[in-house]
């Protein structure tokens, strides 16, 4: 929605300028006044049949060639600002769906059933509990205005998320219970609540009780729908889910750089991925891959297929790597350190070198801050189940407000890039709950990252059983 007021304000400013400019061009320089334009058009249109004839004694032809290459000029130029302004000053937006990354392209069918093919091919085995408890990321906080409801559908749940009038999210489930109207689908902020669109009842945010009935004044103490714990903070609207309804049992750190504005939000990408949750996470103590997938360097693309092609050996990412879990009351943090650097033809590009402090913060959050020699700044990284099997992957970039913006765009391309690698493996593989580990400290690490990730699960997080369908007709 905002894109499109985004666009329609630009098509109006294009529109102003070029009869600005047009007007001035016409009047001031060729001394035509406005109403002449229409007819100068006419005349430009028969130009081209008189090239041939007496072009250098039609002074006024060459007139309205200089107007019209003049205006040309200034339209194109438009443009180009437009496009280098967005480059230089507007934050990246990657988004790629479940379709557009990570699968093999066959010519007989969509990716989107190759989507859905790969999806079938996989249902065989055990898999770990699909919704785990922890803090998720709903939305981030500049997506959701004040005074403003959207439907997010996430971890199982239907959910009404809306900003208050006071600035205060909320999330509530979003069917009213009268007669099942999604709240967020029209529905209202009135206050501190959100009325239904059906028939207007107001339910209030914070505990979800309903607070009025437009043609009654007897309302039902059971008339309310659930309210979820949330929190705001580091630029995300967060949720707390638990499988068997405990409240918040940790709190997730502030980015204080975030918190105060020193560092600005400068791109996001957001991807969804075909694959269980914990294989993402998992990623993080798997050090090994860094080197085989993340190792070719970023121009090579994001299809595994291609990107050992030896025209790019000159060049190629390196990565060290640790994990390890915190002890208490820090139990749920996984730390993760991480150096990247670039080489080209054996030369290492220190602008380029990054040294990461990562924390894996529950099952769905993680933070990178990095040091680099033009600054510092964070990857905040949101992984939220959509479905049982179906993740949104949202990547933020924070760098220290005197890092040029470009820079920091290119940092967040070069994330999403690497992450589009892992989604060619997360699509296509199954979840392996009994891997083939090898005496290794390698294999060791990802052993020991499952063992944490056990944590979030519990006796009653949602399981998904496969049904074994078959592609035959
Ligand atoms: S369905 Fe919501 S008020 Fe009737
Ligand atoms: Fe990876």
Redesign the pocket.
């Known amino acids: 929605m905002a894109a499109d007021k985004r666009s329609v304000f630009w098509i109006f400013v294009s529109v102003v300028c070029v009869v600005v400019v047009s007007a001035a061009v016409t009047e001031k320089l060729l001394h035509v006044p406005m109403f002449e334009v229409g007819s100068i058009w006419f005349r430009l249109t028969h130009l081209a049949d008189d090239l041939n004839g007496n072009l250098f004694s039609r002074l006024s032809d060459i007139s309205l060639l200089c107007a019209t290459v003049y205006l040309a000029s200034v339209i194109g130029g438009f443009f180009l600002l437009r496009e280098a302004y967005r480059l230089f000053f507007v934050p990246l937006n990657r988004v790629r769906l479940q379709e557009d990354v990570g699968y093999l392209p066959d010519g007989r069918f969509s990716n989107r059933d190759l989507a859905n093919m790969v999806q079938k091919r996989r249902m065989v085995g055990e898999i770990p509990p699909v919704y785990p408890n922890g803090w998720f990321g709903l939305i981030e906080s500049h997506r959701l205005n004040k005074s403003e409801a959207i439907n997010i559908g996430l971890l199982g749940l239907n959910l009404a998320v809306f900003r208050d009038d006071n600035g205060e999210a909320h999330a509530i489930d979003a069917y ?1 219970p ?4 999604n709240l967020a689908a029209g529905g209202r902020v009135v206050g501190d609540c959100l009325e ?1 669109p ?4 107001q339910f209030r945010g914070a505990d979800g009780k309903c607070t009025k009935i437009p043609y009654t004044d007897s309302i039902p103490d059971i008339a309310k729908v659930k309210s979820w714990p949330v929190t705001e903070l580091n630029g995300w609207i967060y949720l707390w889910h638990h499988a068997e309804g405990l409240d918040p049992t940790w709190k997730i750190p502030e980015i204080e750089e975030i918190q105060n504005g020193e560092w600005k939000f400068r791109g996001r990408s957001e991807h969804h991925i075909n694959a269980h949750i914990e294989e993402i996470p998992e990623n993080g103590a798997d050090v090994y891959h860094l080197g085989q997938v993340h190792g070719p360097i970023m121009m090579a693309g994001i299809d595994l297929r291609f990107m050992y092609s030896k025209l790019w050996e000159f060049a190629k990412h390196e990565w060290t790597a640790c994990w390890e879990a915190l002890p208490a009351p820090n139990a749920h943090i996984g730390q993760i350190k991480l150096t990247h650097s670039i080489k080209m033809f054996g030369k290492r590009l220190p602008p380029v070198d990054l040294s990461v402090d990562g924390q894996q913060i529950g099952p769905g959050i993680v933070y990178l801050k990095f040091d680099n020699l033009l600054g510092k700044g964070a990857f905040l990284q949101s992984l939220t189940p959509e479905g049982p099997m179906m993740q949104r992957l949202v990547h933020n970039i924070y760098v220290h407000w005197k890092m040029p913006i470009i820079i920091a765009k290119f940092f967040m391309l070069g994330e999403a890039l690497q992450v589009e690698r892992d989604i060619m493996i997360w699509n296509n593989k199954c979840y392996e709950a009994k891997p083939l580990f090898v005496k290794s400290k390698e294999d060791t690490l990802i052993a020991r990252h499952r063992r944490w990730y056990q944590q979030f699960y519990s006796e009653n997080s949602p399981r998904f059983k496969f049904q074994k369908e078959t592609l035959e007709w």
């Open positions: 009213c009268h007669m099942g109207a239904c059906f028939h207007g009842w």
